[in-house]
């Protein structure tokens, strides 16, 4: 019980006195404990809304990743079956036509197990339980190596390809297997969506030290700005492929280019050049944390 004595050593403030202005300070405490616990419940709530909102457009943004996977399936699989069909149900079809239809049988089915091979390659990398195969390599010669792997679509293209290797070794400790992809999906992104009537390709490494930046530029149209860095994003690649103009693919190539130089602790951006086109660069550190443990991402 509170007691409170005047001056003069006065009698105690009743009881029921002290009770009531207990309660009135209880109340008070409880008022701002209430104002504090519904500004926080309005703050849960946006956060909610807006989780809630974002999730919305990630389900349909896979909603029509699976739509755009199904239809990409389907092309290359109606083709097969049409094409086989022609040559089961016609026996003496003359041995050139029957080859061409078998050769585009064949390339249908590249096509196809391409796609497989990209989505499941993909879903690999995002679940994070595989780790990178580290060994010790020229990165300049890998970026040769590449170059070399699309001679016959880059000459088909009549594109002109340009890098000129460094002089001394590039080494670099990374995935080879893994950095060969990277290299391969952003020149076959150069070549594919060059449309000039002379596609002009140039490749670039430069040492920063501590990492070696990559770049691979075109003189085609470049990116529109709008879209920005989801251009990394499967959802928007793939989305992409419905429209009209389009390019043939899935889209899926530089969203698993990015997973790849991320778990590289590497970084991957892109700049448009109104008057030269657009460079896509990536940076990848020369050495790889000590502790890394080695495994195959197959």
């Not at 050593?9 to 519904?38: C, F, H, S, W, Y």
């Not at 590249?110 to 879903?123: A, K, T």
């Not at 602790?265 to 080695?294: A, C, W």
């Amino acid at each position: 019980m509170f007691k409170n004595f005047d001056k003069n050593g006065g009698a105690d403030i009743p009881e029921d006195v002290i009770q009531v202005l207990t309660e009135k300070q209880n109340i008070k405490l409880m008022n701002k404990e209430l104002v504090r616990n519904q500004e926080a419940l309005k703050r849960a709530t946006v956060q909610l809304q807006e989780a809630n909102e974002k999730m919305k457009k990630i389900d349909a943004a896979k909603d029509e990743f699976l739509h755009t996977i199904t239809h990409e399936l389907r092309t290359p699989l109606t083709s097969i079956r049409a094409l086989s069909e022609i040559v089961l149900d016609n026996p003496h079809l003359e041995a050139e036509e029957r080859q061409h239809f078998i050769q585009v049988v064949v390339k249908e089915a590249e096509r196809l197990s391409h796609l497989i091979n990209q989505v499941l390659r993909l879903e690999k990398i995002e679940s994070e339980m595989y780790r990178l195969n580290y060994s010790v390599f020229d990165f300049s010669q890998l970026i040769k190596e590449a170059t070399e792997a699309l001679e016959g679509i880059i000459t088909q293209k009549q594109a002109t390809l340009n890098y000129t290797p460094l002089p001394t070794a590039c080494n670099i400790e990374a995935d080879k297997d893994l950095l060969m992809q990277v290299l391969q999906n952003l020149l076959s992104n150069a070549i594919k969506h060059n449309h000039q009537a002379q596609p002009l390709i140039a490749v670039r490494l430069l040492d920063k030290e501590t990492y070696w930046e990559c770049s691979i530029s075109d003189n085609g149209p470049g990116i529109d700005p709008q879209v920005g860095n989801a251009i990394f994003d499967k959802y928007l690649q793939v989305r992409s492929t419905v429209k009209k103009n389009k390019p043939e693919g899935s889209g899926l190539g530089l969203a698993i280019t990015k997973k790849i130089i991320e778990l590289h602790r590497g970084k991957i951006d892109y700049y448009n050049n109104p008057e030269i086109g657009l460079t896509f660069f990536f940076t990848i550190p020369k050495q790889q944390q000590p502790s890394s443990t080695l495994s195959n991402l197959q």
